[in-house]
Each structure stands twice: as C-alpha cells, then as structure tokens.
C-alpha cells in the first residue's frame, strides 16, 4: 500500500480521497439529522469530527510506509498519530463551555481536530490529502451556512438569536410583540441581568421558528428602542 503524494494519484490514491468523501458525506447526514433536531452539536461538528477521524485512520495506516520494511518491525511511528488523538481532545473539551443551557464552542473544538489531522497528514508524507481535508472544511465552514437556512426558512425550523437591552422600559413585551407580529412563534426565551454603569440591562437568548428571512426580524427588533444588539446563533450554541 502506497501513501498518496503529490502527483498524479495512484489506485490507492483514488481509494483514499474515496474513503474522505464517503466519511464528508455521511457525517453530513448524521449532522443534518442532529441539526433539524436542534441539537447543539449540528451539521458542521458532525461533519468536521467525522472528516478528521477519518484523516487521522488514513494518516495511522498510509502514512509511514517510508519508515516500514515489509517482514521487520523497525518502529510503530502511528503511535505518534494515536497520541496527536488523545491530546487534541483534552485542548478541544477546553473550547467547550456551557452558559445558561447554551453549549458554546463546538465548532471551534471540531475545526481545531481537523487541524491536528491536517497537520499530522503533512507530516506523514500525505498532503494531497491534507489538501483535500482543508478544501473540505472551508466547504463545511462557508457552505453549509446557506444551506441551513434555506432548509430552516423552508421547513420553518428554528433559529436562535441574542438580544441586550435596557431593562425596566417593558422591551421584552416589545420584541415578543415584534416576533409574532413578523410571523415568528417563540419557542423558548431565556434572560440574565447584567450590571453597568448606566442601568440595569438584559442579556436575552430566545429561539423562534417561521418561514420569513431571519434578516427581517433582526432589522425590526434592532429597531425597537431600549435594544442595544441583535444577533443570530451559530448552529453550536
């Protein structure tokens, strides 16, 4: 079995940039399925976790072939890729983090797994398929997006956004208003106080479904006096 390197790609090659598209796509799905859900880890930590694994399977079995003499043990260089694993999980559980029943983090801690495998492939002698995997991510990372809210506003999924505003100046009756008038049902809402200088404010994280652009309820809730910030989700929080 030969490691697949720059050039045109041999047999093997095309067995193992296979392999990498067989894992994209069914940890798409199994994403996708998480996603719909609204599970906190979606498509892109589906996707990005099962892409590195399955980098780091190829870099164990291919990547050493130049090190190996076939009938001798001379050393088990994998070893190294299989302590890569171990440590780059305790650096991506560091990512993670949890606020007010909101997991943050996740698809930071995927994309740092992915660099690792991305790394250890280089350094095997694999970068064709480092290549791939990079190619790979940027897809996941910039054209899932898109796809997730054109199947959200299709099948009325729903969406999460934060809020800050000035408490005390009945602002939450104000966005809840404006939500349903935009043809949103709020699904769950969760706030926080916060102390400043000037007076007491709301941090808010609400979840709303419906089949009109996200975009038009962010620019009328931004537009209700006493909010200070409007923002959308990621899919990991």
Known sequence: MSA???GEPTGQGWLQVGELG???VLCSLIGLERQLRQKSAG???HTLVGLGSALFVLVSKYGFTDVLVRGEIVLDPSRVAAQIVSGIGFVGGGLIFVRRDIVRGLTTAAGVWVAAAVGAACGAGLPVLATLVTAAYFLV???YPPLLRLISRTAGGAIGLRLHYVDGQGVLRDILGTATQKGFSVLEVSTEKTNELDRPSIDLVMRVA???PANDLVSALAALDGVRSVGTLESDE
Do not use: E, I, K, Q
Request: charged share 15%.
């Open 141 to 143: 990372m910039y054209g």
């Open 210 to 212: 419906g089949r009109m």
């Open 4 to 6: 697949m390197s720059f």
């Open 43 to 45: 498509l892109r930590t």
């Open 22 to 24: 067989v894992a994209l």
